[in-house]
Structure formats: C-alpha cells, structure tokens
T-cell receptor, first 113, second 111 residues
Framework: DAGVIQSPRHEVTEMGQEVTLRCKPISGHDYLFWYRQTMMRGLELLIYFNNNVPIDDSGMPEDRFSAKMPNASFSTLKIQPSEPRDSAVYFC???????????FGQGTRLTVV | AQTVTQSQPEMSVQEAETVTLSCTYDTSESDYYLFWYKQPPSRQMILVIRQEAYKQQNATENRFSVNFQKAAKSFSLKISDSQLGDAAMYFCAYKRDNLFFGTGTRLTVIP
C-alpha cells in the first residue's frame, strides 16, 4: 500500500482565497483524522471520521474550516476564506480501527500571505 | 477530556548513551492505547512503539522500550545506544477512538 497520500505538499495562497487540502487514506482503514501543526500550538486534532461519518469536529477552529469525507477513499479539508494565521502544516492520518495506531501522510504546508 | 503532557521540551544525549523521555496522561478510561511517534526534520510522523493499556508487560522495539505505569498514568520512552538518526521531535500519544498528542520533546544527539 502507498500509505496515506496528501495533496498538495505545499500551498501558497493569498488571504481571502479558498484552500482545499486532500487526503487519501490507506485502503481498508475506517478512521480518518485531520491535524494542524504549528510551533505555538503543536499538533491539534481538528476533526475525525469513522466510516465516513464525522464523529468529533470540536477542534475545528472556526466556521471558515470545513471537512468532508464523501467516500472511504477520499477526504477534504477546506478553508474559506483563508487568513495568514491559518499558515501551518496540515496532516491527515488513518487507522484500521479505534485502538490501532494511526498512519500519517506527508502533510501539506500551507502558507497564507 | 484526555490530556497528554510532556514536561521536557528539549533533551540531549551523547551518542551511544541512554536517554528517557517522559510522558503523563489523564483519562478515566481503562482500555486505551499509547504510542510514541518520531518526527524528524522531514516532518514525516513515524510510529516508534505502541503499548496496549491492558498489557502489563512493557513494549520493546529494538533499542526503544517503554516504562508503562498505568496507575500513575505514566508512559516514558527509553532509547538505548542512541544514534545520530534518533535526533527528532518525539510525541507521546493517547488513543481510544480519538488520538491526542503531547506537545513533544526535541531530542538532540551529540556526536
């Protein structure tokens, strides 16, 4: 398996623009997590899905952030409109079951100017 | 709510020596998993070791081992025979359904 695949690897956008981050989990994994990593706040869990259903989105910072998982092999994290303080590395991770380890993608480094 | 605390922002170790990274967590659950992840400068999150809470035996993976104290809610990582490639950020993590991370410990290995 190719592992968790995220795209793009890097994204530079202007303030106010819409940004969409993409994630393909490992086949057969039924949990998917989105994290944001910054120097100040560390690794923050934004939202996680089980069997394509959002279970806990309490970490989503604002209404500008939204996440979807239309099927078992694809998820998106959207920021609209983007702001400079959204600049961070965004990770997607998937796990086989609730108590199994999570495998991470390479992350997307987002820079909002 | 579950919290994971890593009280050592930075640690250093001489090459070939042993170092221990600390982690404590807070939970009211009895069934959960604990992990240590490594994040080198490449930023890839790499699983180092895992521990099931129902197992009393401490997990080991080659030079990496843990000291799991369930009653004390403590989960430390010991790295033996440290190598230059061990230099990275190390994150302790708690998982039941959700997956929570500590703030990390930056490990420097001195040649």
């Amino acid at each position: 398996d190719a592992g968790v695949i995220q795209s793009p690897r890097h994204e530079v956008t202007e303030m106010g623009q819409e940004v969409t981050l993409r994630c393909k989990p490992i086949s057969g994994h039924d949990y998917l997590f989105w994290y944001r990593q910054t120097m100040m706040r560390g690794l923050e869990l934004l939202i996680y899905f089980n069997n394509n259903v959002p279970i806990d989105d309490s970490g989503m910072p604002e209404d500008r952030f939204s996440a979807k998982m239309p099927n078992a092999s694809f998820s998106t994290l959207k920021i609209q409109p983007s702001e400079p303080r959204d600049s961070a590395v965004y990770f997607c991770a998937s796990s086989l079951a609730a108590r199994h380890e999570a495998f991470f993608g390479q992350g997307t480094r987002l820079t909002v100017v | 709510a579950q919290t994971v605390t890593q009280s050592q922002p930075e640690m250093s170790v001489q090459e070939a020596e042993t170092v221990t990274l600390s982690c404590t967590y807070d939970t009211s659950e009895s069934d959960y998993y604990l992990f240590w992840y490594k994040q080198p400068p490449s930023r890839q999150m790499i699983l180092v070791i895992r521990q099931e809470a129902y197992k009393q035996q401490n997990a080991t993976e080659n030079r990496f081992s843990v000291n799991f104290q369930k009653a004390a809610k403590s989960f430390s990582l010991k790295i033996s025979d440290s190598q230059l490639g061990d230099a990275a950020m190390y994150f302790c993590a708690y998982k039941r359904d959700n997956l929570f991370f500590g703030t990390g410990t930056r490990l420097t290995v001195i040649p």
